[in-house]
């Protein structure tokens, strides 16, 4: 659970302390954080306002809170960036000249509402004619999870995972599946 939340300076349940000032001068598009109206209902505008359920239990008391796994560390959980797998290529100059190959790593999640694809790599390599260069990436956890909006969390989800290698999004000659 997380600390309480601690009370801050001094709170007053009388709307008319937050409406417009008499002599205010609105700039257009500006965003302002006064109140239409005395009444919070009408000045909410919002059809929900009120409604048993609308605000979870404890959202607004203060009270510890349950700590989400996806939480942590700053920047999120730590394990996200855990490599799961290592991704290694190699690529081959057949011309007469030095040259250079952007190597790019695609994913595929796999789920039905996943995106083909997704670039999580890329490196340029300088190659000498006849040479080879090696590619190697790392895929994480985050590489490999979709966020959960149920568990408030990124899940790995059991949809197949498929790695992909080439030199563009079209351009994918070696593919492997993970398991």
Do not use: H
């Given at each position: 659970m997380t600390p309480a939340a601690p009370t801050l300076g001094n709170s007053s349940n009388d709307t008319s302390q937050y409406q417009f000032p008499s002599n205010f001068?609105?700039?257009?598009?500006?965003?302002?954080?006064?109140?239409?109206?005395?009444?919070?209902?009408?000045?909410?505008?919002?059809?929900?306002?009120?409604?048993?359920?609308?605000?979870?239990?404890?959202?607004?008391?203060?009270?510890?809170?349950?700590?989400?796994?996806?939480?942590?560390?700053?920047?999120?959980?730590?394990?996200?960036y855990d490599v799961l797998y290592q991704v290694r290529a190699t690529i081959r100059n057949?011309?007469?000249?030095?040259?250079?190959?952007?190597?790019?790593?695609?994913?595929?999640?796999?789920?039905?509402?996943?995106?083909?694809?997704?670039l999580r790599n890329f490196e340029r390599l300088s190659i000498q004619p006849g040479s080879t260069a090696t590619f190697?990436?790392?895929?994480?956890?985050r590489d490999l999870s979709n966020w959960d909006t149920t568990a408030q969390n990124w899940l790995i989800s059991s949809s197949p995972k498929t790695v992909y290698v080439g030199s563009?999004?079209?351009?994918?000659?070696?593919?492997?599946p993970l398991s």
């Amino acid at each position: 659970m997380t600390p309480a939340a601690p009370t801050l300076g001094n709170s007053s349940n009388d709307t008319s302390q937050y409406q417009f000032p008499s002599n205010f001068t609105a700039v257009p598009l500006y965003i302002y954080p006064y109140l239409n109206a005395s009444d919070l209902e009408s000045a909410s505008n919002d059809t929900n306002y009120g409604v048993e359920g609308y605000v979870p239990a404890g959202a607004q008391d203060g009270s510890p809170q349950p700590l989400l796994p996806a939480g942590g560390a700053p920047g999120g959980n730590a394990q996200l960036y855990d490599v799961l797998y290592q991704v290694r290529a190699t690529i081959r100059n057949t011309g007469s000249i030095p040259g250079d190959e952007v190597v790019q790593l695609y994913v595929s999640l796999g789920g039905e509402y996943d995106p083909q694809i997704v670039l999580r790599n890329f490196e340029r390599l300088s190659i000498q004619p006849g040479s080879t260069a090696t590619f190697t990436a790392d895929i994480t956890r985050r590489d490999l999870s979709n966020w959960d909006t149920t568990a408030q969390n990124w899940l790995i989800s059991s949809s197949p995972k498929t790695v992909y290698v080439g030199s563009s999004s079209r351009t994918l000659p070696l593919s492997a599946p993970l398991s």
